[in-house]
Protein backbone atom coordinates (compact mmCIF):
# COMPACT_ATOMS: atom_id res chain seq x y z
CA UNK A 1 0.00 0.00 0.00
CA UNK A 2 0.63 3.72 -0.19
CA UNK A 3 0.89 6.28 2.81
CA UNK A 4 1.19 9.96 2.40
CA UNK A 5 2.29 11.42 6.19
CA UNK A 6 2.26 15.04 6.82
CA UNK A 7 3.98 17.34 9.30
CA UNK A 8 5.15 21.07 9.90
CA UNK A 9 1.62 22.37 10.84
CA UNK A 10 0.64 24.48 13.73
CA UNK A 11 0.11 27.95 14.97
CA UNK A 12 2.12 31.15 13.81
CA UNK A 13 1.48 34.74 14.16
CA UNK A 14 0.76 37.09 11.13
CA UNK A 15 3.71 37.56 9.02
CA UNK A 16 5.27 34.40 10.08
CA UNK A 17 6.59 31.42 8.38
CA UNK A 18 6.19 27.54 8.71
CA UNK A 19 6.88 24.64 6.37
CA UNK A 20 5.21 21.80 5.82
CA UNK A 21 6.53 18.10 4.57
CA UNK A 22 5.04 15.08 2.82
CA UNK A 23 6.57 11.60 2.59
CA UNK A 24 4.76 9.01 0.38
CA UNK A 25 6.17 5.42 1.60
CA UNK A 26 5.19 1.81 0.42
CA UNK A 27 5.04 -0.10 -2.93
CA UNK A 28 5.53 2.71 -4.81
CA UNK A 29 6.51 2.61 -8.29
CA UNK A 30 6.73 6.32 -9.73
CA UNK A 31 5.02 9.19 -8.67
CA UNK A 32 3.61 12.30 -10.75
CA UNK A 33 2.19 15.48 -9.78
CA UNK A 34 2.27 16.06 -6.15
CA UNK A 35 0.31 18.77 -4.56
CA UNK A 36 -1.15 20.72 -1.32
CA UNK A 37 -4.96 21.57 -0.92
CA UNK A 38 -6.60 23.15 1.71
CA UNK A 39 -9.67 23.23 3.70
CA UNK A 40 -10.98 26.35 5.84
CA UNK A 41 -14.01 25.66 8.24
CA UNK A 42 -17.14 25.50 6.23
CA UNK A 43 -15.68 26.28 3.11
CA UNK A 44 -14.10 23.52 0.03
CA UNK A 45 -11.18 22.32 -0.02
CA UNK A 46 -8.79 24.41 -2.51
CA UNK A 47 -5.58 23.89 -4.65
CA UNK A 48 -2.87 25.82 -2.96
CA UNK A 49 -0.06 24.75 -5.15
CA UNK A 50 1.32 22.12 -7.19
CA UNK A 51 4.18 20.57 -8.76
CA UNK A 52 5.12 18.51 -11.51
CA UNK A 53 7.67 15.43 -11.41
CA UNK A 54 9.75 17.32 -13.71
CA UNK A 55 9.43 20.55 -11.83
CA UNK A 56 7.07 22.86 -12.98
CA UNK A 57 5.00 24.82 -10.61
CA UNK A 58 1.29 25.99 -10.09
CA UNK A 59 -0.07 28.23 -7.48
CA UNK A 60 -3.18 29.86 -6.26
CA UNK A 61 -3.22 33.31 -6.99
CA UNK A 62 -3.73 34.05 -2.72
CA UNK A 63 -0.63 32.38 -2.36
CA UNK A 64 1.71 33.64 -5.30
CA UNK A 65 4.93 35.12 -3.91
CA UNK A 66 4.55 33.76 -0.55
CA UNK A 67 4.15 30.07 -0.62
CA UNK A 68 7.09 28.20 -2.60
CA UNK A 69 6.33 24.16 -3.35
CA UNK A 70 9.46 21.91 -4.32
CA UNK A 71 10.27 18.49 -4.09
CA UNK A 72 12.73 15.45 -3.13
CA UNK A 73 12.20 12.86 -5.92
CA UNK A 74 14.71 11.02 -3.80
CA UNK A 75 13.02 10.88 -0.73
CA UNK A 76 9.46 10.75 -2.42
CA UNK A 77 9.03 14.45 -0.61
CA UNK A 78 6.79 17.50 -1.38
CA UNK A 79 7.25 20.69 0.97
CA UNK A 80 5.25 23.81 1.35
CA UNK A 81 7.47 26.81 2.18
CA UNK A 82 4.59 29.53 3.64
CA UNK A 83 5.91 33.20 4.41
CA UNK A 84 4.25 35.92 4.96
CA UNK A 85 0.95 34.02 6.62
CA UNK A 86 -2.20 35.56 7.26
CA UNK A 87 -5.13 34.69 8.97
CA UNK A 88 -7.18 33.90 5.93
CA UNK A 89 -4.06 31.20 5.17
CA UNK A 90 -5.98 29.48 8.51
CA UNK A 91 -7.28 26.22 7.07
CA UNK A 92 -6.11 22.06 7.25
CA UNK A 93 -3.43 21.54 4.69
CA UNK A 94 -3.73 18.28 2.53
CA UNK A 95 -1.00 16.72 0.62
CA UNK A 96 -1.86 15.00 -2.77
CA UNK A 97 -0.01 12.37 -5.14
CA UNK A 98 -0.29 10.60 -7.84
CA UNK A 99 1.52 7.54 -7.50
CA UNK A 100 1.57 4.16 -9.52
CA UNK A 101 2.16 1.74 -6.76
CA UNK A 102 2.90 -2.11 -7.35
CA UNK A 103 0.77 -4.72 -7.89
CA UNK A 104 1.24 -8.63 -7.86
CA UNK A 105 0.97 -8.16 -11.56
CA UNK A 106 2.11 -5.34 -12.16
CA UNK A 107 1.09 -1.36 -11.09
CA UNK A 108 -1.70 0.83 -10.78
CA UNK A 109 -1.71 4.56 -10.94
CA UNK A 110 -4.25 6.31 -8.58
CA UNK A 111 -4.46 10.01 -6.23
CA UNK A 112 -3.55 9.42 -2.89
CA UNK A 113 -3.86 12.28 0.00
CA UNK A 114 -2.58 12.35 3.60
CA UNK A 115 -3.97 13.28 6.70
CA UNK A 116 -4.36 16.85 6.51
CA UNK A 117 -2.38 18.82 9.13
CA UNK A 118 -3.71 22.29 10.84
CA UNK A 119 -2.61 25.41 10.28
CA UNK A 120 -3.35 27.84 12.33
CA UNK A 121 -2.33 31.92 11.67
CA UNK A 122 -3.67 34.31 14.72
CA UNK A 123 -3.70 38.28 14.06
Known amino acids: QVQLVESGGGLVQAGESLRLSCAAS????????MGWYRQAYEKQRELVASITSGGSTNYADSVKGRFTISRDNAKNTVYLQMNGLKPEDTAVYYC?????????????????WGQGTQVTVSS
Open 96 to 112: NANIARYTGSGYHRGDY
Open 26 to 33: GSIFSINA
